[in-house]
């Protein structure tokens, strides 16, 4: 008979939800791994064997942020209304940075090059989800010149700066913040119907060479 694991995916499931609680009360910089093995009940070993390091336990929430925004979005129904379907999964997106602010804090409010490629493919997988919800847009020539991938890129980064810059960061916010990313995320995808602009850039008056005429003048 094999020798029982001394730390197994409970243990892990346990650490991950005290750096969680951990980093919501008081940010990524002052997570403590000692505080975090005692609140889960164990000790600095088992972050080490599981996580490899404190990096490693904050990547592994990373994953964890993208692999819950993945499994809420793929939750959401398919209807024959996808402009509708797209602002249903921009809440979705909403309720994981009000309810999960330590992941959010993790996942997208940080660029740490020790930490963000641990969670790449989590992210990469959630993005190409969130990509199969523009098909119907496309197939319905409703991107006007994006690409699918664009189109994602923009909604999520739209996302992400209503959950940071509108609700996260204390901004006083309208009585109806629902609305407001209702509001916000319809007036992107219909705008997605509009051709892209395909204009050169006009130059600024005041930068503008002077002709010979202005130079004898």
Known sequence: MGRRREHDDKT????????????????????????????AGTTTRAI???????????????????NLLQREGDALPATDQPADDLVDAALVFRRFALEHPALFSVAFHRADP??????????????????????????????????????????????????????LRGNPNPPDAERFWRNAVHALITGFATPTPDLPRRTSRRHRRPTATSRDN
């Open 114 to 167: 020790a930490i963000s490629p641990r969670f790449r493919a989590a992210r990469l997988d959630a993005l190409a989800a969130l990509e199969t919800r523009f098909e119907p847009l496309a197939d319905a020539n409703l991107l006007r010149g994006r690409s699918i991938p664009e189109a994602a890129m923009q909604f999520a980064l739209l996302c992400e700066g209503l959950a940071w810059g509108y609700e």
């Open 48 to 66: 080490y064997t599981l996580f490899g390091s404190k990096d490693g336990l904050l990547g592994a929430l990373g994953v964890r942020a993208f």
């Open 12 to 39: 892990a499931a346990a650490l991950l939800d005290a750096a969680e609680r951990a980093i919501a009360e008081g940010g990524v910089d002052a997570l403590s791994l000692r505080e975090v093995a005692g609140d």
